[in-house]
């Protein structure tokens, strides 16, 4: 009996240990986010809000931006969740009996897809409303005023916000499912709610990602070309440097001498501008002084990884959608527990998985810069130390969004194999046939047109500028048609 005792506390103890190291891992990693996070966003952040005359207002907006360097650092940990899993999976799978990797385990994973999600709902439902409201607060009329006043209304805010959430919540899962089980089941706050409302918003952010990625994939090789140095056969940069320079100096002329022009000068715009033409003349000598291979070889090799990377995604997709027709287990799933190192999740092997890894990556890219290139979201564009508090939350709430939803976007395009733990398989829309497989159809659809028609458009105006058309008063498309007044003259 005291050697069966002896054998519960030494398992015991086991157990305990592996949770507190369990605990210390995960929070040296959120720490490195965190971090990461904190400095990335001081570098936007609008020092005028930071350093104001009010101390009250100072102090509201660093509450405000240490909230959104946590939500922040939940969606850079949501966008890493699905790469660690599979490159973990690969290295267990290499070395199963290693000593030093011995704390990498499936225990581990699935703790950290939990702690994601719940870090998740938090910052969604609770943090970045109260971050905004916080900002935007006063106190109530008549009490007194300092940052305790603000909480009190912010609390208020919150709690109306929350009813009114819960409420809509309610109402929809009595459309959608109407029994009664289902309903008495929403008053289960933790078990039900918050997972069915996560489960819409993360619905919201796959259907973002289907507008955003198409667009992204488009624009990534526009996005690219500016940051390289093209060859001198695709650019003249010594006309843009002159062109830049003939701008400065005319704005510059109209600044001394504003008397010279008889209409009404904006002065502060055309300083804007004058700073502007300067730092972009800048930019271009440091590009006039790139080296032969960087103009040469750099250039097309970014072109060509970017066209196999995007190659790759719409043929992985296509691949799917026929497995979709013939197998059942190409569906996308959840799984309980996280049975890591026994088979690979590629039919490559680790290459499959390092493949894998890169086209997740890449596509996340893409629908970042897909969401800022998009008309809608264009004014939520973050600037270089100019950056207002309220757009900081908006831009932490987008990105958010966006990368809870790359785990179920990842699976339900088949970019991988890996099953979905944790929460994150318990959305009812994954079992719907018909859902999987109209979204992977207009994924396909929808990346293929873009591709196409910036393509096409690229090689038209290429054209079009090459035999001088778009000089010509004719009505060619993409340029603006010349009018008769015009023509007469």
């Keep these: 009996m005291e050697g069966a005792d002896y054998e519960v506390l030494s398992v015991r103890e086991q157990l305990f240990h592996e949770r507190v190291r369990e605990c210390i891992i995960s929070t040296l990693l959120f720490a490195t986010l965190y ?23 100072a102090t509201v907006n660093k509450i405000a931006l240490e909230l ?5 650092a939940v969606a850079l940990g949501a966008v890493l969740l699905l790469p660690f899993s599979i490159i ?21 994973i699935h703790g950290l897809w939990n702690l994601v999600f719940l870090f998740s709902n938090l910052s969604l439902i609770f943090l970045m409303p109260f971050a905004y409201f916080f900002t935007e607060s006063e106190g109530f009329a008549g009490s ?24 809509m919540v309610w109402v929809a899962s009595a459309i959608v499912d109407n029994n009664k089980a ?41 996005v690219t070309g500016k940051l390289l ?58 590009r006039q002084k790139a080296s032969a291979w960087q103009r040469n070889l750099g250039y097309p ?46 039919k490559l092997g680790s290459f499959g998985a390092v493949i894998q890894v890169i086209l997740i990556f890449y596509l996340m890219v893409s629908s970042v810069v897909g969401f800022y290139s998009s008309p809608l979201f264009r004014g939520l564009r973050p600037r270089w130390h100019d950056t207002a508090m309220t757009q900081i939350i908006g831009n932490c709430v987008c990105l958010l969004v966006l990368s809870s939803a790359l785990p179920v976007f990842s699976r339900t395009l088949g970019l991988t194999r890996f099953d979905l733990l944790g929460d994150f398989g318990r959305f009812n829309w994954l079992g719907n046939f018909y859902i999987v497989f109209l979204y992977n ?19 038209r105006a290429e054209l079009i500028r090459a035999f001088g058309l778009d000089r010509l008063p004719l009505p060619v498309s993409g340029f603006p048609r010349v009018s008769k007044k015009t023509q007469h003259q």
């Design 229 to 286: 140095v093209k060859p001198r056969l695709l650019e003249d940069l010594e006309e843009q440097l002159h062109c830049s320079a003939f701008e400065e100096a005319a704005l510059t002329r109209r600044i001394c001498n504003p008397t010279s022009c008889w209409l009404p000068l904006d002065m502060e715009l055309l300083h804007r501008q004058v700073l502007a033409l300067q730092t972009q003349r800048v930019l271009l000598e440091k």
């Design 144 to 167: 007194r005023k300092g940052v305790l006043a603000r909480v009190y209304e912010t609390v208020v805010m919150l709690m109306l916000l929350t009813l009114l959430v819960l409420g």
């Design 301 to 346: 090799l970014a072109m060509l990884c970017l066209l196999v990377l995007t190659g790759l995604s719409v043929l992985t997709v296509a691949i799917h959608i026929l497995e979709l027709l013939i197998d059942e287990a190409a569906m996308p799933r959840g799984m309980q527990g996280a049975s890591l190192g026994q088979v690979s999740f590629s």
């Design 68 to 72: 959104c360097t946590f939500t922040l």
């Design 182 to 222: 289902s309903r008495e089941s929403l008053y289960e706050f933790w078990e039900y709610y918050l997972p069915y409302l996560y489960s819409c918003i993360s619905f919201l952010g796959v259907l973002l990602l289907l507008v955003c990625t198409p667009l992204g994939l488009a624009r990534m090789f526009s």
């Design 441 to 459: 159809a207009a994924f396909a659809g929808l990346t293929t047109l873009c591709l196409v028609k910036t393509f096409t458009a690229a090689v």
């Design 35 to 57: 971090i990461l996070c904190h400095i990335a966003l001081t570098r936007f952040k609008k020092p005028a809000e930071f350093t104001t005359v009010d101390e009250e207002d």
């Design 88 to 108: 973990s999976n690969e290295v267990l799978l290499s070395l199963p009996r290693n000593y030093y990797i011995q704390w990498l385990n499936g225990s581990l």
